[in-house]
């Protein structure tokens, strides 16, 4: 197709070859991907790192632990208030980490003689001036390469201290993106936090929802609409999430998944541990919202929850639809493109529906072939050496709180409904033919995909904004929201309705051009004519 075969074709052979699988134009049924493997060296990819995954997006937000960045300050002052997962107490006197950065700054010595008596000693002054329940020790880079023992740290002090504490290994060159240091994260959650406490959740439906970090307040809406309908949030992962609560989310009756990169992992070990059913939502978006709560309520299959739910949606549908309406008429026949981590990509192409916008072009820094093509690919996914590095956990069900919801034909009775229980389709059913998705996209492409597709606005992250902008392009931060939000839900829907109808209406966009480049400023006469 034109436009991909026109943005490969400056490549050369090699890069060329690699690019290819990773760029599609649509044609149909049969699409397929190249995702989750190494970034080409020098290409300027948008992606970070594992520990970026692990601290900055997974277990950083966990508000009333204390989250240690093991190694030289770079990578501590950098993660360092940057990512909006919002955070307050729930209660009076609950500890708020969320505004520090921990980190035991490592210097040349630490690399040469080791820095886990630094680490101990760390730990010992945030206790004495802290006091957390818990304590996580992120590594970066060098950890690994000197042979820091961050798990043997934390299993002393959990003995000393009597605290929860948990080492992960998610130095930067593990993987070969973010997504390996979600993986890593999912996986000491798993094995140390959840299952650990017992308070029994009161509410007659109660859910965790997994894989939101509320971002400029998106948990909080979300969890506004569920309890206005009569649901109890048990915990969240893990914007404004807790120690406390991720403890008992194993209690929880249905767990919803948002990011499904990010999250998928814990998601399937509670459905193998503790028999909890995953349903994957989507709360971005007024349509996808309303398709949420509507097949939650289906899942619970209770007239009454039914009713409240139909109740709720109306209720929440007309106090925003006169502000939809107005952004709709001003934003409708646009088009976007959309570059992000691993999931909004997919979920925001539903809100600009909502607006009359179409994504032309899409796609991810580090999903995996699933999260574009749908989980029925994962058996045909072959590991390769970058990924075989990473832990795979197994659980089998728990003895005593192992508890099936539902039969596996009931679950498949309740598929047929059209409750996306235990599954995720991914991005492309919801993309048309012609559209292109580019995964672990690069500052070039990005340039390329601009001019040849001409988008009227182009979603993506900090790094990108300012290049895109100055080539005359509407740009919007799409993981920071550009410090407003939040986005989610109802009342999100017509805050993101306003701003990109004021970036898109904003009258400097008239005025690049200088006005002497476009008329003329000196007006004359040439050899005495008149
Ligand atoms: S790649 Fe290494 S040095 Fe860079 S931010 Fe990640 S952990 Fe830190």
Redo the contacts with the bound molecule.
């Keep these: 197709m034109k436009e991909r075969d026109n943005l490969l074709e400056k490549y050369s052979s090699r890069v060329f070859k690699n690019r290819k699988t990773h760029i599609t134009q649509l044609e149909g049924d049969s699409d397929t991907i190249a995702a989750n493997t190494r970034a080409i060296p020098g290409i300027l990819t948008a992606r970070?790192?594992?520990?970026?995954g692990c601290k900055g997006v997974v277990v950083g937000p966990i508000k009333d632990a204390v989250t240690i960045?093991h190694?030289?300050i770079?990578?501590a002052f950098?993660?360092w208030g940057t990512r909006r997962n919002k955070a307050k107490p729930s209660y009076k006197g609950e500890q708020n980490f969320i505004p520090y950065s921990f980190c035991t700054d490592m210097r040349p010595t630490d690399i040469v003689f080791g820095g886990e008596k630094k680490l101990e000693q760390g730990i010992d002054e945030i206790m004495e001036m802290f006091n957390p329940k818990c304590i996580f020790i992120c590594?970066?880079?060098?950890i690994g390469l000197i042979g820091d023992d961050v798990q043997a740290v934390a299993r002393r002090v959990e003995k000393k201290y009597g605290i929860t504490a948990v080492g992960f290994s998610?130095?930067?060159?593990k993987g070969v993106s973010q997504s390996a240091g979600h993986h890593i994260a999912n996986n000491g959650l798993m094995r140390q936090i959840i299952g650990s406490g017992d308070m029994k959740p009161k509410g007659k439906y109660s859910v965790n929802i997994l894989g939101e970090y509320n971002i400029g307040g998106d948990g909080w809406e979300q969890e506004r609409i569920l309890k206005k309908i009569g649901y109890e949030v048990v915990s969240v992962f893990t914007g404004d999430g807790s120690y406390e609560t991720i403890k008992n989310a194993h209690l929880a009756d249905l767990n919803l998944v948002m990011c499904h990169r990010s999250i998928n992992y814990v998601a399937q070990m509670m459905k193998t541990k503790y028999g909890i059913d995953w349903l994957k939502v989507n709360f971005i978006g007024i349509g996808a919202t309303c398709k949420s709560l509507r097949m939650m309520a289906e899942y619970f299959n209770d007239p009454e929850l039914t009713k409240r739910t139909e109740e709720v949606i109306a209720e929440e549908l007309e106090a925003i639809s006169d502000d939809v309406e107005y952004y709709k008429s001003m934003l409708k026949g646009k088009t976007a493109g959309i570059f992000v981590g691993g999931s909004r990509s997919h979920h925001y192409q539903a809100l600009l529906r909502d607006f009359g916008i179409e994504t032309i072009i899409a796609g991810y820094e580090f999903a995996h072939r699933d999260d574009y093509e749908g989980r029925d690919i994962i058996p045909s996914i072959k590991p390769d050496a970058d990924s075989k590095n990473i832990e795979e956990i197994t659980v089998s069900p728990d003895e005593e709180l192992y508890h099936e919801r539902y039969s596996a034909e009931q679950i498949e009775q309740l598929k047929e409904r059209g409750v996306e229980l235990d599954t995720y389709d991914g991005m492309f059913p919801d993309m048309k033919k012609g559209y292109i998705v580019v995964d672990d996209y690069n500052v070039f492409e990005t340039d390329e995909l601009i001019k040849t597709m001409k988008p009227d606005i182009f979603f993506s992250g900090i790094k990108d904004k300012y290049a895109i902008q100055k080539s005359g392009v509407v740009s919007r931060q799409m993981h920071s929201y550009d410090y407003s939000g939040p986005y989610a839900g109802f009342n999100g829907a017509v805050i993101f309705g306003r701003d990109v109808a004021m970036s898109i209406y904003t009258n400097a966009w008239a005025l690049i051009t200088p006005p002497w480049k476009s008329t003329p400023i000196l007006e004359g006469v040439v050899g005495g004519e008149k």
């Design positions: 970070g790192c594992c520990y970026a960045t190694g030289p770079g990578c950098y993660s590594s970066t880079c060098p998610c130095e930067g060159y």
